[in-house]
């Protein structure tokens, strides 16, 4: 069975940065598209940013385009988002799972930016 585990979240400042972690266990994790994803309060979950297995590839929500980067270990069995110039409208709990979503979710972790 797939474990996701996501760390890294937060209350940071608007204009701040964070380096969100995901740790996959239980699946031959580098043959698979992963992505990012995040739920506001009150809104449906989102998708904010994808990877392609061997990394070369990356495709992001438009709003966070230059500000967001996701990248890929596989060696480790874990992907990051690094996310910059945070805005309070990024605030959500952030989620990882296949690009598809068809893994069971994790327990997420909580971003918060103050304006």
């Known amino acids: 069975q797939v474990q996701l585990v996501e760390s890294g979240g937060g209350l940071v400042q608007a204009g701040g940065s964070l380096r969100l972690s995901c740790a996959v266990s239980?699946?031959?994790?580098?043959?698979?598209?992963m992505g990012w994803f995040r739920q506001a309060p009150g809104k449906e979950r989102e998708f904010v940013a994808r990877?392609?297995?061997?990394?070369?590839?990356?495709y992001y929500l438009d709003s966070v385009k230059g500000r967001f980067t996701i990248s890929r270990d596989n060696a480790k069995n874990t992907v990051y988002l690094q996310m910059n110039s945070l805005k309070p409208e990024d605030t959500a709990a952030y989620y990882c799972?296949?690009?598809?979503?068809?893994?069971?979710w994790g327990q997420g972790t909580q971003v918060t930016v103050s304006s």
């Open positions: 239980g699946r031959t994790f580098s043959a698979y598209t």
């Open positions: 799972n296949r690009a598809d979503g068809a893994w069971s």
């Open positions: 990877i392609f297995s061997s990394g070369s590839t990356t």
